[in-house]
């Protein structure tokens, strides 16, 4: 049965237009921690190297694809517009911070890292044959820290990885693995710990384009580490290498405009798929190890977390990706209730409405028998264009918004037939049912 695939025909094409990637390597980051995960950080064996440096390749840009996505399931956060001059200023909720010397005249910036940095933490993960190290983001004061499924599987090389955490204060914890949710590429982790700080969640529907934002993390294994840009995309879809996704994907791993590939050297394992992903694209400079870190808006409230990353010379080149916070509190609040988190699921093959490189539209091609849009008003030809009001460009972007919505979702789909528009309701499934 196919959920939402790709048919036979964008196979064929995917495969004939498919272009050859580039790959970077990257020294491994002073110790601690260890350097980082399959996206993030350069992996290196468990066993300590002797005066030699092996060197990985970096996330990759398949070129000559520029796709946009779409905004789904409330993507982002409010950034706080300062009145006057966005220099210094001054603020009561400045926390203390041993990187902060003075309280007064600071800029948004710096007021943004004092709140937020607290609640960022550095990770180290150690498994059989690797070890690597990210970033995450705790969410109460019972000690559970969101980050990434790469990071604390290793890029999906272990399901039993041994993770401690680091405070911004410098404190050692050893953490337990709550859950991971490779479709979202989200986990959440805990720790046993006193005097936590909570991030505070931002919102979505005053994020603008242009905003200022704040990545914290770990890059090269440099904990607290603060970096800044502005907003520079509401509206990304990215495609992200995953190590779990369904047997039938709704969307191989075809006609992607941004390929996330495993470090050099290392082969990508058999059950690797493609996941793809509904994206804040900032310019704050993001480099391996700062996944699973925070994005914040200039008053320290969490906007995203710090996934991916797409490049094709060494070092930051403005094109970091982040999961919106709506999706990763989402995702979180099921995997600490259930160990898991659901996934809606429409249950069509689509292939683009036009052409690899310009799409305005998913086209159906067949809606699955006894599938979740089976009772629906959809027939084959029908191009589905939004849901919920949110644009759908391609298979990709309509696939990311579906897998935002939990299971059982009813959703409004808006879909073109022959040149007219009408809507049409129907309520998700769920990709864990067969």
């Not at 048919?7 to 921690?33: D, F, L, N």
């Not at 520029?66 to 001059?85: E, F, N, P, W």
């Not at 004092?114 to 150690?126: E, F, K, M």
């Amino acid at each position: 049965m196919m959920n939402d695939n790709w048919s036979e025909e964008a196979r064929e094409r995917g495969s004939r237009e498919e272009q050859p990637t580039e790959t970077m390597g990257q020294a491994p980051p002073p110790p601690p921690p260890a350097s980082a995960s399959p996206y993030w950080s350069d992996q290196q064996p468990s066993e300590p190297l002797q005066h030699k440096t092996r060197r990985f390749g970096w996330p990759v840009l398949i070129t000559g694809v520029v796709l946009a996505g779409v905004l789904g399931g409330g993507a982002g956060g409010i950034a706080v517009h300062y009145a006057g001059s966005p220099g210094a200023t001054s603020s009561e909720s400045v926390q203390e911070s041993p990187q902060l010397n003075r309280s007064e005249d600071v800029t948004p910036t710096t007021e943004a890292a004092a709140t937020a940095s607290p609640s960022v933490v550095t990770l180290s993960v150690g498994g059989d044959e690797a070890q690597g190290s990210g970033s995450g983001v705790i969410l109460d004061k019972e000690g559970h820290i969101l980050t990434n499924s790469h990071v604390v599987t290793l890029g999906g090389q272990t399901a039993a990885a041994n993770v401690q955490v680091q405070t911004s204060e410098g404190q050692v914890h050893q953490a337990e693995v709550v859950g991971t949710d490779p479709l979202s590429d989200l986990a959440v982790i805990k720790i046993d710990a006193e005097g936590l700080s909570p991030i505070e969640m931002g919102s979505a529907e005053d994020l603008n384009v242009g905003d200022h934002a704040v990545a914290i993390g770990a890059p090269m294994g440099l904990s607290g580490t603060v970096t800044e840009g502005i907003i520079s995309n509401l509206n990304r879809t990215i495609s992200v290498s995953s190590s779990a996704v369904p047997e039938e994907p709704e969307v191989p791993e075809q006609e992607s405009p941004f390929e996330f590939g495993l470090p050099e050297n290392q082969e990508v394992p058999a059950e690797q798929g493609q996941i793809h992903l509904n994206v804040i694209q900032s310019d704050a400079a993001i480099n391996p190890g700062n996944s699973g870190g925070a994005l914040v808006d200039q008053a320290g409230r969490l906007i995203g977390i710090n996934v991916a990353i797409a490049t094709r010379t060494e070092g930051n080149v403005g094109l970091g990706f982040a999961i919106p916070a709506e999706y990763a509190q989402r995702v979180a609040d099921e995997l600490i209730e259930n160990g898991e988190a659901s996934h809606g699921m429409l249950g069509v093959s689509i292939v683009p409405s036009g052409d690899a490189n310009i799409s305005a539209g998913a086209r159906v091609v067949e809606v699955v028998e006894d599938g979740p849009a089976a009772g629906a008003d959809l027939e084959s030809d029908d191009i589905i264009t939004a849901i919920d009001g949110k644009s759908v460009t391609d298979p990709g972007s309509l696939s990311a918004t579906v897998r935002q919505y939990p299971a059982g979702s009813e959703v409004e789909l808006t879909v073109v037939r022959d040149g007219e528009e009408f809507t049409e309701t129907l309520q998700l499934g769920s990709m864990s049912e067969g």
